[in-house]
């Protein structure tokens, strides 16, 4: 077992089951009867149209919010902070803090678990180069590209050691060769370090490249259109992969709703 992966759940039932799910914000309803479930480590990608309340969903399932009607379980834990301690969040930007180097900056979901600063610096460092991180060790934030500011941010997400780790645009910022590449690199990093993964983005390819399901939205109030499961080869490259005759067939159905939306 490496120094990031929590052991095994021990339990039967779903991973993660959202139950009838209903969020208001004042007379506005953002979300109306979600309903999904996730088994062990599946990856599932979240996609819909602007304020469809994609990322009020991933909210309420990490814990950080609660949901106004309905049942969201997470490892079997229903309460917010029951949730909270089983999930681990990579927002859009990746926050590193300025006057942490790269090492610091992934070590610090260690740290806040109890594990001493040099400890938790060692930890990270043995898995640097699995991250594309060899030779960056000591840098600054400001001394790295977008995408390895990414990398250190998905390094310092599974230092947290949580068995459900959810994503909210992680490269919506970067630019589409940046992105190109690390949809790629994560895809093959999940391989390695298999996790229960929720990811919310507005792109369909990266959606079906990230997950081994794709949930539909429609537009406010958000409600699950439909779940598309998506089989994909291993092994290939990104450029091959979009142009398999059964990613293009699941894409064009993905955009078509989107569009009916």
Known sequence: MTATQPS?????APAIQVQGVIKRFGATTAIQ??????????????????????????????????????????????TSQGRLKKCAWMPQRDLLLPWR??????????????????????QVADLAGRFGLAGFEDRYPYQLS?????????????SAGKEVLLFDEPFGALDSITRADLQLWLRGALDEEPRTTILVTHDVEEALLLGNKVVVMSARPGRIQATFEVSLPEGMSRRDLIRLPEFGDLRDQILGLLEAS
């Open 8 to 12: 095994p759940p021990v339990t039967t």
């Open 33 to 78: 009867d979600a309903t999904l479930e996730l088994t062990i480590h599946d990856r599932l990608s979240i996609v819909g149209p602007s304020g469809c309340g994609k990322s009020t969903l991933l909210g309420i399932i990490s814990g950080l919010d609660d949901p106004d009607a309905g049942v969201v379980s997470v490892l079997g834990e229903s």
């Open 101 to 122: 180097d790269v090492l610091g900056n992934a070590a610090i979901s260690l740290e806040n678990r109890g594990v001493r600063a040099k400890v938790a610096r060692q």
């Open 146 to 158: 977008g995408g390895m500011r990414q990398r250190v941010s998905f390094l310092r997400t599974l």
